[in-house]
């Protein structure tokens, strides 16, 4: 059981200049007896987190307010789909299924956007 994997997740993040930028980070899958009796499977390491939030935004919520992430989080997409602009004029588009790690958490924040036609739906995990 050493095998290793990896996995790509987009992170936003504010630069020293106050910009928030997009960048991709390569996180380490390893296999282990993650619940045993069932067979071993690949996951990352235990990462400590406060507290979980689902939020539902609707059609067309969103727009020309910047905003800072309230904290660093990581948002995984359940349904929807939503566009974020970093203020460094970088968009990335996500769907049910996406992860973002949002750590832009100071500077000029990003835009968010709902794009699909039917309302977007997030779980997001307050990093401690």
Known sequence: MSDIRATTVSRLYADD???SRF???????????FAPPAPPLYC????????YVILEL?????GAQ???TPGPHILFCLAGRFRVTASS????????????????TSGKGHITEVTSH????????RLA
């Open 17 to 19: 200049f106050g910009e």
């Open 58 to 62: 609707p059609v067309d919520w969103g």
């Open 118 to 125: 039917r309302p977007v739906k997030v779980a997001m995990i």
């Open 66 to 68: 910047p905003h800072p």
């Open 89 to 104: 004029g970088e968009t990335r588009s996500f769907a049910a299924g996406d992860c973002l790690l949002m750590e832009d």
């Open 44 to 51: 990352t390491d235990a990462q400590p987190a406060q507290h």
């Open 23 to 33: 960048e991709f980070v390569t996180v380490a899958l390893s296999e282990k007896d």
